[in-house]
């Protein structure tokens, strides 16, 4: 359906008018009607019409202004002028800003529907064009991302083939300087969990979406940087041309992308800027360095955090967070087979983290890679069985004091041989835990939300809750909702829909679904048996 709007400063024409199009039997609908062009464009920006018919006579702002307006702002518009006049400044204007037709009054229903016709095709044809044109840039865009992948990470080493495809994909000239952004977000792995269903494509797909939105409103087109993500998936990268990127400009140009973050996901952006780079066949030494300045950043800071290549190693102060000394307890530790002294040595460890304001990620990562890689020397094959700590890239998003501490509750159950906390312990924290949702299984919340509070690791605290309760996490709060419920409808009047609002339902239908499931019964049938 075609949405139509029509202008005219007579209510008899635009009521004329509306009605012979509704005539027409065409695939249009009038959905909006304005006295003058000002009127108009306000309207416009509400109703986003396909076509607009118009008069050219009209007070305020005339036809000829009206024409320019809409032809400036909104090209894709198509325009038809029914005008009681044949002057030529009125047909001069109609052809300037490309109006489909004009179309002289009185208005017979042919010569109406042929205008019609004529901008329905019109319509069409830039629709066409502009999917072209999207997919044309899609696979540019495709095409870019594969090549840079590529040479950032040595697939692509020849240096005439890399200048080569960089020339045919439109990529900054071999003697244009630029710098390469590495960016990660620190809270990568929880908002995965926690907004997208455990899906990370999905997620960086939103923040591509969002880093697309600041760069189409900061940078002019023809001076864009080239965004693209890295082999893992983990880090969106920023081909930046010197001019006009310079420091401050880049620092601007992040800034804006970490509000627009913390703003649609409560999110926060590190990154790491590379030196001057004048070929492409120099970006994986460019890659390199913006990420080793990327994970000099502070693991326990807050906000936008961002490191230059060339004052990284100035910058920081890095001491080392395990000693030799810490390795060799770990070591003994591991070869004794004393989990309870690697249970205390990997909490001492991240006690140690959080006391140090200075810790970068690459120190703590450093930190973790030792103790695994002594776990893996006194323990034969225990890096095939617990991916999650010895996979590739098990690391890598590990950007925060609070997912170190997850990483290191979790060390502590795998490689110490059980829990973090003895078998007591362990039903305490449950019991614990159980007495927080008994408070709160109205609310939001999910097993990363209560493994977060609680600091643990939310795959341990759900083996361990499966454990002490019999029940998983879902079905515990589940229960006690339904529990809930059919003390309400017992001993209430009120609503269906309020009572499922209460216990943590915002939609009805949906709480009627589980009820049924927890009952066997409607909430209606389940209040009218026990009445």
């Known amino acids: 359906m075609y949405k139509v709007m029509v202008v005219d400063d007579e209510s008899l024409g635009r009521m004329s008018v509306s009605k012979m199009i509704n005539e027409l039997a065409l695939d249009l609908e009038v959905i909006a009607t304005a006295r003058h062009g000002e009127e108009a464009l ?91 044109r999207r997919f044309s840039q899609d696979m540019l865009k ?52 926690r907004k997208f269903h455990g899906n990370a494509d999905l997620f960086l797909f939103s923040v591509e979406n969002i880093l697309g939105e600041v760069l189409r409103e900061a940078v002019p087109a023809n001076n864009a940087p080239v965004p693209y993500k890295s082999d893992d998936r983990l880090r969106l990268c920023l081909l930046l041309p010197e001019t006009p990127f310079d420091r401050d400009r880049i620092h601007g140009l992040l800034s804006n992308f970490h509000a627009a973050m913390k703003t649609m996901l409560d999110a926060d952006v590190i990154a790491g800027i590379s030196p001057i780079c004048m070929q492409p066949d120099k970006l994986l030494e460019a890659f390199r360095s913006a990420d080793g300045a ?30 030799s000394f810490d390795l060799k307890a770990f070591g003994q530790a591991l070869a004794t087979g004393n989990g309870d002294a690697f249970r205390r040595l990997a909490e001492e460890l991240a ?84 007495r927080y949702l008994d408070a709160h299984y109205f609310e939001d919340v999910s097993l990363i939300d209560v493994a977060t509070r609680f600091h643990l690791d939310p795959s341990h605290l759900s083996k361990l809750f499966k454990s ?39 939609n009805q239908r949906y709480f009627s679904q589980v009820f049924k499931k927890f009952t066997g019964q409607t909430p209606s049938e389940y209040r009218e048996a026990k009445s």
Not at 173 to 188: D, G, N, T
Request: net charge negative; aromatic share 6%; with cysteine.
């Open 142 to 193: 495709l095409r870019r991302e594969v090549f840079l992948q590529n040479v950032t990470s040595g697939r692509i080493s020849n240096r005439s083939d890399i200048r080569r495809q960089a020339k045919e994909l439109q990529l900054p000239e071999p003697e244009s300087p630029c710098r390469l952004a590495v960016c990660m977000i620190r809270q990568f792995r929880d908002i995965t969990e």
């Open 468 to 506: 002490v309760t019999d029940e998983n996490f879902i079905e515990y709060v589940t229960r006690r909702r339904m529990e809930k419920a059919c003390e309400l409808l017992r001993a209430s009047d009120r609503k269906i829909n309020e009572i499922a609002e209460l216990v943590g339902y915002e």
């Open 294 to 323: 990327l994970l000099v950043n502070p693991l326990g800071a807050d906000g936008l955090s961002i490191r230059w290549a060339e004052l990284s190693a100035a910058e920081s102060g890095e001491t080392g967070l395990l000693s």
């Open 42 to 132: 306000a309207l416009i920006r509400i109703n986003k019409p396909h076509i607009v018919v118009t008069d050219m006579n009209m007070p305020v702002m005339n036809g000829r202004e009206f024409l320019e307006k809409l032809y400036e702002q909104y090209g894709e518009i198509k325009v038809i002028v029914i005008s009681g006049y044949s002057q030529f400044e009125f047909l001069k204007a109609a052809l300037t800003y490309d109006a489909c037709e004009y179309v002289l009054k009185p208005v017979s229903l042919p010569d109406l529907r042929n205008a019609m016709l004529k901008a329905v095709g019109a319509v069409r044809e830039y629709s066409s064009r502009q999917q072209e």
């Open 351 to 434: 006690r140690k983290a959080e006391s140090r304001a200075d810790l970068t990620i690459r120190e703590a990562h450093r930190a973790l890679r030792s103790v695994l890689e002594t776990a893996a020397s006194e323990r034969p094959g225990i890096a095939s069985s617990y991916p999650a700590l010895f996979g590739a890239g098990a690391l890598d998003a590990l950007l925060d004091i609070g997912q170190l501490r997850a990483f290191l509750a979790l060390a502590a159950e795998a490689i110490g041989g059980g829990p973090s906390r003895g078998p007591t312990d362990a039903s305490r924290s449950v019991e614990e835990i159980v």
